[in-house]
């Protein structure tokens, strides 16, 4: 069964960190370049993070660049989201995707607040 869970959000103050994690199963993960989107109430679902297949190449969204960084485990099949300096508008559902393929995970709440 294709399936991508996510783990790792909760409640964090401002400028405190939270890592994300999401676990692969049933695909070759290996193969597939992966991403990390959040979606905030009222808001359109946004592209927060990406890694490339081979782990190489990492792109970000502007609004989290220098903060946040992906980075993906083939053994565990497990890709990462470690937010640092984390501000209120990080405040979202944060899903992990293989893009290529539309798979989706059922996200994991992040709230930033004192």
């Known amino acids: 069964q294709v399936q991508l869970v996510e783990s790792g959000g909760g409640l964090v103050q401002p400028g405190g960190s939270l890592r994300l994690s999401c676990a692969a199963s049933?695909?070759?993960?290996?193969?597939?370049?992966m991403s990390w989107y959040r979606q905030a109430p009222a808001k359109e679902r946004e592209l927060v993070a990406r890694i490339t297949n081979t782990g190489i190449f990492t792109s970000y969204a502007e609004s989290v660049k220098g903060r946040f960084t992906i980075s993906r485990d083939d053994a565990k099949m497990t890709v990462y989201l470690q937010m640092n300096s984390l501000k209120p508008d990080d405040t979202a559902v944060y899903y992990c995707?293989?893009?290529?393929?539309?798979?989706w995970g059922q996200g994991t709440q992040v709230t930033v607040s004192s």
């Open positions: 995707s293989v893009p290529s393929r539309n798979i």
């Open positions: 049933g695909f070759t993960f290996s193969s597939y370049h």
